[in-house]
């Protein structure tokens, strides 16, 4: 499930190398330049990987999914990991598994049912994360969640790659995909609970374990909006009656979101006042949680959390 990484390697880790001039041999080298006095030597391996040599260290950037299963619709478990860093080893002469993990990126591409946009409507916050929705003409095509120590990312897959011009597996192909990253873009020790982190490091089963579990849990951290299907039949109280009324409202709205934007925006225009906008509010978030009885849940979300789980499960 890994796929995007930025790795660098130093002279700490292997002392007595030099950079410069052991390595260029091995990848291809697109030009040298003077970097404050430095020379540095940048290029890339098999196309998939940016390459950048100074005499005290190399960096690597890019997909090892793509590197080594030749693209990234397919998933990188743990297993093919440990190989990709062997065949970089090998290929450049180095103990990468020694290199130090300054990006990693979690994804996966789940094969759906329905159009994207049936899903990302249900996507509503995540506690301690920023929400971003992606729109082009009014519809919502992805979504972003910023956090203090990453990014969670949800994308048209095949879309994506048709933009880019790149080839769709067969499989893929005309298929509704939807790509779920999580992105570790800084400070990957604090934010992973470890001391440090390399590249053999991701390919520890314990760290492995923890990582696709930590992707997991914050797809289930995302509040699903709007996620429920009415159910006139569960009905038996007033109260059930006047939640009913304030969900099929939300429903109308496109979610609880967008109903608690629209009272928030009576508010701002002075239609009412502080007071009622927060009862309403509070309203419409107490009935959003009373679902029992009442509502059936919603068939996209339960198809996503389903293929989610699994992947956690299939890929340990």
Not at 181 to 190: G, S
Not at 283 to 308: R, Y
């Amino acid at each position: 499930m890994y796929d995007n990484l930025i790795l660098k390697l130093k002279n700490i880790d292997v002392p007595n190398i030099d950079f410069l001039s052991e390595t260029s041999q091995y990848f291809d080298v697109s030009g040298e330049y003077n970097f404050y006095g430095k020379i540095v030597l940048a290029g890339d391996l098999s196309n998939e990987f940016k390459v950048t040599v100074k005499n005290d260290c190399i960096k690597l950037d890019g997909s090892l999914c793509k590197y080594y299963l030749g693209d990234n619709f397919q998933t990188l478990g743990r297993g093919d990991t440990k190989r990709a860093f062997e065949k970089i080893s090998d290929t450049l002469r180095l103990p990468i598994d020694k290199a130090t993990v300054y990006r990693l990126d979690i994804a996966q591409n789940f094969i759906l049912k329905h159009p994207l946009e049936n899903y990302f409507n249900h996507f509503g916050k995540l506690k301690y994360g920023g929400r971003s929705p992606i729109t082009r003409d009014g519809e919502i095509e992805g979504m972003y969640y910023y956090q203090s120590k990453g990014l969670l990312v949800f994308y048209d897959k095949v879309k994506e790659q048709t933009v880019k011009r790149r080839h769709i597996p067969e499989l893929y192909q005309n298929r509704n995909v939807l790509r779920y990253e999580q992105r570790y873009t800084k400070r990957l020790p604090k934010a992973l609970n470890i001391e440090n982190v390399t590249a053999a490091t991701l390919y520890d089963e314990k760290f492995y374990i923890d990582v696709i579990n930590r992707w997991r849990d914050n797809y289930f951290a995302i509040q699903k909006i709007n996620d429920i299907t009415l159910n006139p039949g569960g009905m038996k109280t007033k109260t059930d009656l006047y939640n009913m009324g304030i969900l099929a409202l939300a429903e109308m709205f496109g979610g609880e979101l967008n109903l608690i934007s629209q009272i928030r925006e009576n508010q701002n225009a002075g239609i009412i006042t502080g007071k009622q906008a927060f009862d309403l509010k509070q309203a419409v978030t107490s009935a959003c949680k009373e679902k029992t009885g009442i509502t059936a849940k919603n068939d996209c979300i339960m198809e996503l959390d389903k293929k989610v789980v699994e992947a956690v499960k299939f890929y340990r």
